[in-house]
Nanobody, 122 residues
Framework: QVQLVESGGGLVQAGGSLTLSCAASGRSFSTYNMGWFRQAPGKEREFVAY????????YYADSVKGRFTISRDIAKNTVYLQMNRLKPEDTAVYYCAADQNLARLRSDPGYWGQGTQVTVSS
């Protein structure tokens, strides 16, 4: 079992930056692959990025590649999403997710956070 709590969302102007954090509690955080998803108003939830439990592999959606960076701090049981050059279309509720199976993380993660709102004004 793992519990996830996101923080760091807010309002930012286009071109600005934000860093989201996801604090995990529970056992064996280092055994979980971690990901970020987002859901914009009226749209389905979509994958943003993941980081392998080893921390050695990351993967991004094309829409954020080159602008967003996912990282993890095992000692702090925390995953981060650094978001740069934000665009209005990045406006969404951002969710942290975890799963010990990487394929399942992409499709149907076992654990979700409650979400944090990111709003990018033009």
């Amino acid at each position: 079992q793992v519990q996830l709590v996101e923080s760091g969302g807010g309002l930012v102007q286009a071109g600005g930056s934000l860093t989201l954090s996801c604090a995990a509690s529970g056992r064996s955080f280092s055994t979980y692959n971690m990901g970020w998803f987002r859901q914009a108003p009226g749209k389905e939830r979509e994958f943003v990025a993941y980081i392998h439990r080893s921390g050695g592999t990351t993967y991004y959606a094309d829409s954020v590649k080159g602008r967003f960076t996912i990282s993890r701090d095992i000692a702090k049981n925390t995953v981060y999403l650094q978001m740069n050059r934000l665009k209005p279309e990045d406006t969404a509720v951002y969710y942290c997710a975890a799963d010990q199976n990487l394929a399942r993380l992409r499709s149907d993660p076992g654990y979700w956070g409650q979400g944090t709102q990111v709003t990018v004004s033009s």
